[in-house]
């Protein structure tokens, strides 16, 4: 097997966004951070308006990896074995054989997560937590690398299941697409005046490739002082006063993480501050449950995120 090094890393970073660049226009900001969740072998839920491009964003990154991919468009009537799968009857055996489900794939898009029941989205957790299912007492195994794209539509709440907290805080990011600006939107049209652009998209890496950089990613360097910058920002949001619950130390451990993978993609095998506030509020703003008062004066966790960048110092350790 070959050793790859921080600077593989940082080209397949440039060969990904460059491929899905020819689908997704304007988007470079957002791509890179969902490869950042990807080489952390964490999960993304993309949170926006309709028709921004959430779902054609977690297609191009299944075609540019080369990997299975599934759809699961969930409904409220969506149930829990038709996302892990079921044992079925075979007369021919005389024996129960298990039907794998959508969740068996490589990249699975979970369209819509919040329109399925709380026990149909509770069949995630395993699969997002664990990287296995357990159906009928037996366990399946998931292959690597293994990754949940959900989206949902944060302003429509008619027929909708708020997430639960712990379901959130399995999501490694949550990240927001945004409007085009003007000559975005304009070449958004004419990319699809003939046809879709993802038809053509064609893999530029393997999954056992991706798997083996998730590897280097985890042994970039990351020096002390940066550690305790971080555990200094997630406890400052467990004391700030709009905040009911702050992050968790899973939040500090997906920072490190992502810290460690934007890094990577730069090509540098050290982690510093500016990577840990890059990806500060996708990784950290979902965990934090505000105050209701707070919420009623339009506070935002994004926003108590930004305030906290700007007040914890870098290689000040603070009260830890």
Same mark, same amino acid.
């Given at each position: 097997?070959?050793?790859?090094?921080?600077?593989?890393?940082?080209?397949?970073?440039?060969?990904?966004?460059?491929?899905?660049?020819?689908?997704?226009?304007?988007?470079?900001?957002?791509?890179?951070?969902?490869?950042?969740?990807?080489?952390?072998?964490?999960?993304?839920?993309?949170?926006?308006? #309709?028709?921004? /491009?959430?779902?054609?964003? *977690?297609?191009?990154?299944?075609? %540019?990896? /080369?990997?299975?991919?599934?759809?699961?468009?969930?409904?409220? &009537?969506?149930?829990?074995? &038709?996302?892990?799968?079921?044992?079925?009857?075979?007369?021919?055996?005389?024996?129960?054989?298990?039907? #794998?489900?959508?969740?068996?794939?490589?990249?699975?898009?979970?369209?819509?997560?919040?329109?399925?029941? #709380?026990?149909?989205?509770?069949? $995630?957790?395993?699969?997002?937590?664990? /990287?296995?299912?357990?159906? &009928?007492?037996?366990?399946?195994?998931?292959?690597?690398?293994?990754?949940?794209?959900?989206?949902?539509?944060?302003?429509?709440?008619?027929?909708?299941?708020?997430?639960?907290?712990?379901?959130?805080?399995?999501?490694?990011?949550?990240?927001?697409?945004?409007?085009?600006?003007?000559?975005?939107?304009?070449?958004?049209?004419?990319? $699809?005046?003939?046809?879709?652009?993802?038809?053509?998209?064609?893999?530029?890496?393997? #999954?056992?490739?991706?798997?083996?950089?998730?590897?280097?990613?985890?042994?970039?360097?990351?020096?002390?002082?940066?550690?305790?910058?971080?555990?200094?920002?997630?406890?400052?949001?467990?004391?700030?006063?709009?905040?009911?619950?702050?992050? %968790?130390?899973?939040?500090?451990?997906?920072?490190?993480?992502? *810290?460690?993978?934007?890094?990577?993609?730069?090509?540098?095998?050290?982690?510093?501050?500016?990577?840990?506030?890059?990806?500060?509020?996708?990784?950290?703003?979902?965990?934090?449950?505000?105050?209701?008062?707070?919420? $009623?004066?339009?506070?935002?966790?994004?926003?108590?995120?930004?305030?906290?960048?700007?007040?914890?110092?870098?290689?000040?350790?603070?009260?830890?």
């Amino acid at each position: 097997m070959p050793q790859f090094s921080v600077s593989d890393v940082a080209l397949f970073g440039e060969q990904m966004i460059r491929n899905i660049s020819k689908v997704m226009v304007g988007k470079e900001t957002v791509t890179k951070r969902l490869l950042i969740a990807l080489l952390s072998d964490g999960h993304v839920l993309l949170e926006d308006v #309709p028709g921004v /491009g959430k779902t054609m964003l *977690a297609r191009s990154l299944a075609a %540019s990896c /080369g990997g299975s991919f599934c759809r699961i468009q969930c409904t409220p &009537d969506l149930l829990p074995s &038709d996302v892990t799968g079921l044992s079925i009857y075979n007369q021919k055996q005389e024996d129960f054989v298990f039907r #794998p489900g959508p969740i068996m794939a490589q990249i699975v898009l979970v369209d819509e997560i919040n329109r399925a029941t #709380p026990r149909t989205q509770s069949s $995630l957790l395993e699969a997002m937590g664990e /990287g296995q299912v357990t159906v &009928d007492g037996a366990t399946y195994d998931l292959r690597k690398p293994f990754m949940v794209v959900a989206t949902q539509n944060p302003v429509e709440f008619e027929g909708t299941f708020p997430l639960p907290e712990a379901q959130l805080d399995r999501f490694f990011l949550v990240l927001q697409l945004g409007y085009p600006t003007a000559e975005e939107e304009k070449e958004v049209l004419h990319r $699809l005046q003939e046809e879709h652009p993802i038809s053509a998209l064609a893999p530029v890496t393997e #999954p056992n490739h991706v798997a083996q950089l998730q590897e280097v990613v985890a042994r970039v360097h990351v020096e002390e002082s940066v550690r305790d910058y971080v555990v200094h920002l997630v406890r400052s949001t467990r004391q700030h006063p709009q905040v009911q619950l702050g992050a %968790s130390p899973r939040g500090s451990l997906a920072l490190i993480r992502a *810290a460690q993978a934007a890094a990577a993609l730069d090509s540098r095998d050290y982690v510093v501050p500016d990577d840990v506030k890059f990806m500060a509020t996708s990784v950290l703003a979902h965990r934090l449950i505000l105050k209701a008062e707070s919420i $009623l004066r339009g506070t935002t966790a994004s926003s108590i995120i930004g305030e906290l960048l700007h007040q914890v110092d870098v290689g000040v350790e603070g009260d830890l």
